[in-house]
Structure formats: C-alpha cells, structure tokens
Nanobody, 121 residues
Framework: QVQLVESGGGLVQAGGSLRLSCVASRTIFSFNRHALGWFRQTPGKQRELVAAITSGGSTNYADSVKGRFTISRDNAKNTVYLQMNSLKPTDTAVYYC?????????????WGQGTQVTVSS
C-alpha cells in the first residue's frame, strides 16, 4: 500500500506564498513511472484537480491557478511539490496529494490525508 504524506499547509495572507510537499512512503513501486496530482476541496464543493504532472514532467493546471501555482517532482526523493504564489482567499481549501495515471485525463489511485490551506484577506 502506498502512503502519501502532505506537509506545508497553513495560514497565509492574500498575496503570500506556500509550498506544499508530499512524500510517498514506499520506494519499490517505481514512483518515477506514475503521474502525480494535487486536488483541493472546500465544504459543499466538488473536489477540484488543481495541478498534475506526468511521469515525463509535463504539467497541467486548472485555469484558476495557471500562472500562480507550479507542480514539480523529485523522483529521487519520492516527492511532489506544489508551489503556490499570489494566493487568494478563494484558494482556501484542503489540498490532497495523489498518485495516479493519465488516460487522456488524470485519475488518482492513492490519496494523502490532506493539508489545510487558509488564505486570509
């Protein structure tokens, strides 16, 4: 079983930055062959795919975060990052790290426990 552990969430003022990290607990499942993604969810809203990165390093972003968020990966550390800049109160959500695959669109197989990001105005 793959375990994903997020860190880096917290409270930040609008316009500020946060960097989320997510480490996969196992090393034998060929982390580098998997796509990775970050979702977010707020109460009463559908979970939203924020950013995803393929095994080859190609990235995709939700329109709402393009130009502000950057997803990256370090296969040697089994880690995926989400750099969030110019944060807005509307970015407030629980952010989930996922490991999955692409079949045209990104699908998640494994989920982290989530980390809260709160952006104050």
């Amino acid at each position: 079983q793959v375990q994903l552990v997020e860190s880096g969430g917290g409270l930040v003022q609008a316009g500020g930055s946060l960097r989320l990290s997510c480490v996969a607990s196992r090393t034998i499942f060929s982390f580098n062959r998997h796509a990775l993604g970050w979702f977010r969810q707020t109460p009463g809203k559908q979970r939203e795919l924020v950013a995803a990165i393929t095994s080859g390093g190609s990235t995709n972003y939700a329109d709402s975060v393009k130009g502000r968020f950057t997803i990256s990966r370090d296969n040697a550390k089994n880690t995926v990052y989400l750099q969030m800049n110019s944060l807005k109160p509307t970015d407030t959500a629980v952010y989930y790290c996922t490991l999955g695959y692409y079949t045209g669109t990104y699908s998640a197989d494994y989920w982290g426990q989530g980390t809260q990001v709160t952006v104050s105005s």
